[in-house]
């Protein structure tokens, strides 16, 4: 009976899994039947990677509430930078762009920063006003971004062509040791930096049966490595029917990196949302920044890594109109984050900012 119950409980991975079986099965079926049908499997297996990620991101804020913060937000983008590497990876290994690394995490900085912060920010701007968080979390984040972005995707763009394979083994020392360092500062002796002490009125806003906590440990890791492993097997499949469908279309290129960005950070969204309107800006400015380093930090030397292995380097160099609006949003979130409050203004600017990334993107930019 708790078997049942478990697989009720968990009904959308199972659909997830009836879905993989299927598309193994229909692959060269819906192939052979042209690029229309082809475009609307991919648009199913997304919507599906989509639910599934979102079942991963429950259980990741089970084992965050259990543990807390800065713990709790650190589970939950690394449970969504997990699935966009996955993603990734999976997508290289095909006929994919040599810009699909670069354009995905250039999409996923503007998705977090500007997309979900922004919208948080300002949702929340209007239901409370200011929201208070600890402004020594939004300083660390965006340093250390800006340190990510500019030694992995502005730098490259400086590196001769037969030199590429020792700044990518520089790259990936680079990372590994800033994200070594930060996760040292994260839960070790400034973890301080990354929480914020909520008055007793607002503890007492959050309803404690929001989320359960009755599941246990080893099954919420369990589900959640589970669940990446089907998003890895729909990730393939929707790969083969993105590609066939967008083949010989005058499809921006940037699409399909936003389509990767946009399922990682499907979780991240409603989690930071919720936690907004609730009044608890700690947590989306964790989530929405955190997500973004995580990315960047996380994301550079596994791809780099694998460029070195099969010997065929990524583009990673940002086109300038990328590097003009990182800028300009690292420089607005340095701006926004320094007084340890956001408000509707400052959300909006972001929001903005997103909209400009997307019309861009639909130019062909």
């Known amino acids: 009976m708790k078997i049942v119950s478990r697989l009720k409980d968990e009904m959308f991975l199972v659909l997830a899994m009836v879905v993989a079986a299927f598309a193994y099965l229909s692959e060269h079926t819906v192939l052979e039947?042209?690029?229309?049908?082809?475009?609307?499997?991919?648009?199913?297996?997304?919507?599906?990677?989509?639910?599934?990620?979102?079942?991963?991101?429950?259980?990741?804020?089970?084992?965050?509430?259990?543990?807390?913060?800065?713990?709790?937000?650190?589970i939950l983008t690394l449970s969504a930078v997990a699935v966009e590497v996955i993603i990734l990876a999976i997508m290289m290994s095909?006929?994919?762009?040599?810009?699909?690394?670069?354009?995905?995490?250039?999409?996923?900085?503007?998705?977090?920063?500007?997309?979900?912060?922004?919208?948080?920010?300002?949702?929340?701007?209007?239901?409370?006003?200011?929201?208070?968080?600890?402004d020594n979390s939004g300083k660390t984040y965006g340093v250390m971004i800006l340190t990510a972005m500019g030694i992995s995707?502005?730098?490259?763009?400086?590196v001769p062509a037969h030199k590429w394979h020792y700044y990518s083994a520089f790259t990936i020392l680079a990372m590994v040791a800033l994200y070594?360092?930060?996760?040292?500062?994260?839960?070790?002796?400034?973890?301080?930096?990354?929480?914020?002490?909520?008055?007793?009125?607002?503890?007492?806003?959050?309803?404690?049966?929001?989320?359960?906590?009755?599941?246990?440990?080893?099954?919420?890791i369990a589900t959640i490595l589970i669940g990446v492993v089907i998003i890895g097997l729909l990730a393939e499949f929707m790969s083969t029917f993105m590609t066939e469908g967008l083949r010989d279309t005058d499809a921006p290129v940037a699409l399909t990196a936003i389509v990767v960005a946009a399922i990682s950070a499907a979780p991240e969204i409603l989690t930071a949302l919720r936690a907004a309107l609730r009044n608890r800006m700690q947590a989306t400015v964790n989530i929405a920044m955190g997500a973004s380093l995580s990315t960047v930090i996380l994301t550079v030397p596994v791809m780099e890594a694998i460029a070195l292995y099969t010997g065929q380097p990524f583009i990673m160099a940002m086109t300038p109109v990328q590097t003009v609006m990182v800028a300009i949003t690292l420089i607005a979130a340095a701006i926004n984050?320094?007084?340890?409050?956001?408000?509707?203004?400052?959300?909006?600017?972001?929001?903005?900012?997103?909209?400009?990334?997307?019309?861009?993107?639909?130019?062909?930019?």
Do not use: C, W
């Open 33 to 74: 039947m042209g690029r229309g049908i082809s475009l609307i499997a991919a648009a199913a297996l997304v919507a599906t990677i989509v639910v599934a990620s979102v079942r991963v991101a429950h259980h990741a804020e089970i084992l965050a509430i259990k543990v807390g913060d800065p713990y709790g937000t650190m």
């Open 180 to 220: 070594g360092l930060f996760l040292r500062m994260q839960v070790g002796q400034h973890s301080y930096f990354f929480s914020y002490a909520y008055p007793r009125s607002e503890r007492k806003k959050t309803d404690p049966q929001e989320h359960s906590t009755e599941d246990s440990t080893a099954a919420s």
């Open 94 to 134: 095909g006929e994919s762009s040599p810009t699909l690394v670069r354009d995905t995490i250039y999409a996923a900085l503007m998705l977090d920063i500007n997309g979900i912060l922004g919208l948080a920010a300002l949702l929340g701007g209007l239901k409370h006003g200011e929201q208070p968080y600890n």
């Open 337 to 365: 984050l320094n007084d340890g409050e956001t408000n509707a203004i400052e959300g909006m600017t972001h929001f903005i900012l997103f909209a400009t990334f997307l019309m861009l993107s639909a130019l062909g930019l």
């Open 153 to 158: 995707m502005i730098v490259p763009e400086f």
